[in-house]
């Protein structure tokens, strides 16, 4: 994750006066924990499969507490991470049960902590603070740790702790993602987030239409929200080698403060929408500063000169780049020459290195961040950086594409890394936010250079059945499954990822003559994602009672859309898109999009949704030319429309 990326914290001094009273504190006096009798322990051990031990409970709480005093202008910020959590062992020679350890950041502080070891028929053992040893991690942190023996299945051991964030100013706590299972068993877990009632925050769908189900409370007497999540009979996670990761089979809790404020005093705003989120990433896309210094030309010229294909060279220049320039986690350099000069960069400067050396060299690319299947459901409404991790580059060789991630180091040719295929990515182009598009690609272990052939591509002359010739229809692949934007409350909470649609891969990028939009009158670009045939996402709210292509296309991805007509009311543009709802029961994305030009609201009649430029292109020449009017034009997609 880039820390760095974080929007400024913003500092005015003006007097304010904001204040909240904390809701949770902690306890030191534990209450005793009633001891499990042997048909206790025989009855958890049957429930949850002969586990290790079980947790009785385990509860976490993370709060935000803050004021401004009248005669101060600098806000009094506090947060707290507070643990409680007792659980039942079962197997006394496991080491994971027998001992306690925490790791601590350095900038943050363990204030309290208080253990407790009840053998059965015993009164128990307590600890504190003070019985921990403590020793510094390889990364500066502090390692607080206590071991005690465990003799009698059915022990209990509770833990609690209470630590308090340092440095929030320059590292604000402002994201967290919590695990809601965990290596044991839980009979009940309970997670608590607790902010200021002024504050804005977002939490991340788990899966398609699914939000993850909490309670929110509004404390308007301590001025606090209070979101709650509770579950009991918890099973253990369980990881396998090629088995789902967690994000994708459990439940978690990922939220980010969109908006934080006390007063005037301090101020924060996440980006609001993807346009905006993909500002801080444009200066790594090939088209900035010195992005073509000539130092990057002649090194380049000297590297491919003799090369005698374009798949050559690119082999060459990430060969360059593997054995000569340095990954380093630092934000230092602010130009592509800088990382050639000194031989280092973080791995955003390495991709756009690369980017500008095949641009250098005649070889079409897009940079592309690339968001890991292991961090789950690609959320389209959470605008987060946790979701788009990796940066890559889609390159275009020969009608194929490949993707290259110079910033791993690895060797060429090997397969792409399983979470990455299938998975979203962003295109980030010199003036920011490019669309998204998804990563086709084989299972394996990780590599840089993977070419994507094209398997499943239904051929483009193929007649699709129930299709008028003068509706027409796109590839049934390549397609990129569009999540669902709905946010609404969800009864369920369903933590499986949604269907991965798979297809081929796009041609060569190279520039296309796109057509003028005649009510904009400027040029545009194209992208496409269908929804794939026969996979309908599980849906809790009641049926729309619109048009059933309404809404197929995805407004908050981005990309571009032909379009066929435009009306000026919506029921005119509704009666003629209705004639396009066979491509919508074929699987190809229909919809009326609003928009306004010259100051009058126009209603465009829009067919697919195109994650490349050549997909749109060859669509249109092949399949699309007996069906799309002459005059059909491509429009860029708002999220607004």
């Known amino acids: 994750m880039r820390s760095s990326l974080l929007l400024p914290i913003l500092f005015v001094f003006l007097a304010a006066c904001n204040t909240t009273e904390r809701v949770v504190h902690f306890d030191s006096e534990q209450s005793s924990v009633a001891?499990?009798?042997?048909?206790?322990?025989?009855?958890?051990?049957?429930?949850?499969?002969?586990?290790?031990?079980?947790?009785?409970?385990?509860?976490?709480?993370?709060?935000?507490?803050?004021?401004?005093?009248?005669?101060?202008?600098?806000?009094h910020w506090k947060f707290y991470k507070i643990v409680d959590?007792?659980?039942?062992?079962?197997?006394?020679?496991?080491?994971?049960?027998?001992?306690?350890?925490?790791?601590?950041?350095?900038?943050?502080?363990?204030?309290?902590?208080?253990?407790?070891?009840?053998?059965?028929?015993?009164?128990?053992?307590?600890?504190?603070?003070?019985?921990?040893?403590?020793?510094?991690?390889?990364?500066?942190?502090?390692?607080y740790s206590l071991s005690y023996s465990i003799a009698e299945p059915g022990t209990i051991v509770s833990?609690?702790?209470?630590?308090?964030?340092?440095?929030?100013?320059?590292?604000?706590?402002?994201?967290?993602?919590?695990?809601?299972?965990?290596?044991?068993?839980?009979?009940?877990?309970?997670?608590?987030?607790?902010?200021?009632?002024?504050?804005?925050?977002?939490?991340?769908?788990?899966?398609?239409?699914?939000?993850?189900?909490?309670?929110?409370?509004?404390?308007?007497e301590r001025r606090k929200i209070i979101l709650t999540y509770s579950n009991e009979s918890v099973p253990a996670?369980?990881?396998?080698?090629?088995?789902?990761?967690?994000?994708?089979?459990?439940?978690?809790?990922?939220?980010?403060?969109?908006?934080?404020?006390?007063?005037?005093?301090?101020?924060?705003?996440?980006?609001?929408?993807?346009?905006?989120?993909?500002?801080?990433?444009?200066?790594?896309?090939?088209?900035?500063?010195?992005?073509?210094?000539?130092?990057?030309?002649?090194t380049t010229e000297n590297l491919v000169g003799p090369a005698s294909s374009d798949l050559d060279r690119v082999e060459i220049i990430l060969n360059y780049i593997k054995d000569n320039i340095v990954l380093v986690d630092n934000n230092k350099q602010k130009s592509f020459d800088l990382v050639l000069s000194r031989r280092e960069g973080n791995t955003y400067m390495i991709t756009g290195l690369m980017q500008s050396m095949l641009n250098e060299a005649g070889i079409d690319s897009e940079f592309l961040l690339i968001h890991p299947a292991y961090e789950g459901y690609f959320d389209p409404d959470f605008?987060?950086?946790?979701?788009?991790?990796?940066?890559?580059?889609?390159v275009f060789v020969d009608g194929e594409q490949y993707y290259v991630l110079p910033g791993r180091q690895?060797?060429?040719?090997?397969?792409?890394?399983?979470?990455?295929?299938?998975?979203?990515?962003?295109?980030?182009?010199?003036?920011?936010?490019?669309?998204?598009?998804?990563?086709?690609?084989?299972?394996?272990?990780?590599g840089d250079l993977v070419a994507v052939a094209d398997n499943t591509m239904t051929p483009p002359n193929t007649p699709v059945s129930d299709v008028p010739s003068n509706s027409g229809v796109t590839?049934?692949?390549?397609?990129?499954?569009?999540?669902?934007?709905?946010?609404?409350?969800?009864?369920?909470?369903?933590?499986?990822?949604?269907?991965?649609?798979?297809?081929?891969?796009?041609?060569?990028?190279?520039?296309?003559?796109?057509p003028t939009d005649p009510v904009q009158g400027d040029p545009v670009d194209v992208v496409s994602t269908e929804p794939p045939v026969n996979q309908q996402?599980?849906?809790?709210?009641?049926?729309?009672?619109?048009?059933?292509?309404?809404?197929?296309?995805?407004?908050?991805?981005?990309?571009?859309?032909?379009?066929?007509a435009s009306r000026t009311t919506l029921e005119e543009a509704h009666e003629l898109a209705n004639e396009y709802a066979a491509l919508y029961r074929a699987g190809i994305s229909v919809d009326v999009l609003r928009g306004e030009s010259r100051g009058v609201v126009r209603y465009r009649i829009a067919i697919g949704q195109y994650t490349s430029r050549s997909l749109a292109e060859e669509d249109k020449t092949t399949r699309l030319n007996t069906v799309l009017p002459s005059d059909a034009w491509l429009l860029r997609i708002e999220p607004t429309m």
Not at 538 to 545: D, G, H, I, K, L
């Open 159 to 220: 833990e609690r702790y209470e630590i308090t964030m340092g440095d929030l100013e320059r590292n604000p706590p402002v994201a967290h993602d919590v695990p809601l299972q965990y290596s044991l068993p839980a009979e009940q877990v309970r997670f608590q987030y607790i902010y200021p009632i002024w504050w804005q925050v977002d939490i991340k769908n788990l899966s398609l239409n699914q939000p993850l189900e909490y309670e929110r409370i509004e404390d308007s």
């Open 237 to 298: 996670f369980v990881e396998t080698q090629n088995g789902p990761y967690f994000k994708q089979s459990a439940p978690y809790f990922q939220l980010q403060v969109t908006n934080l404020s006390m007063g005037s005093a301090l101020r924060y705003n996440a980006p609001e929408d993807w346009t905006e989120f993909a500002k801080d990433y444009k200066q790594y896309a090939v088209g900035e500063g010195d992005r073509a210094a000539r130092s990057i030309q002649r």
């Open 85 to 143: 959590r007792s659980y039942a062992v079962f197997n006394t020679a496991s080491p994971e049960l027998s001992a306690f350890t925490l790791e601590v950041d350095d900038e943050d502080k363990l204030e309290q902590a208080t253990i407790q070891v009840q053998v059965p028929g015993s009164l128990g053992t307590t600890y504190t603070k003070d019985d921990l040893t403590v020793q510094t991690g390889a990364d500066g942190q502090k390692v």
């Open 537 to 564: 996402p599980v849906v809790t709210e009641p049926a729309p009672t619109g048009p059933e292509w309404e809404g197929s296309i995805k407004t908050s991805l981005g990309g571009f859309s032909w379009v066929v």
């Open 35 to 75: 001891q499990l009798s042997a048909n206790d322990v025989n009855a958890l051990q049957s429930k949850y499969g002969n586990a290790d031990g079980v947790y009785l409970k385990y509860n976490e709480t993370l709060e935000h507490n803050v004021s401004i005093a009248f005669t101060s202008t600098i806000p």
């Open 475 to 514: 590839q049934q692949t390549p397609v990129e499954t569009m999540p669902d934007t709905n946010t609404g409350t969800s009864t369920t909470v369903d933590v499986t990822p949604p269907p991965i649609s798979t297809g081929g891969a796009p041609g060569i990028n190279t520039p296309v003559n796109v």
């Open 383 to 394: 605008y987060s950086e946790d979701q788009l991790q990796e940066p890559a580059l889609g």
């Open 410 to 446: 690895r060797s060429l040719g090997e397969a792409l890394p399983r979470y990455f295929a299938g998975q979203t990515a962003m295109v980030i182009t010199e003036e920011g936010f490019g669309g998204f598009t998804e990563v086709f690609g084989g299972q394996g272990g990780g």
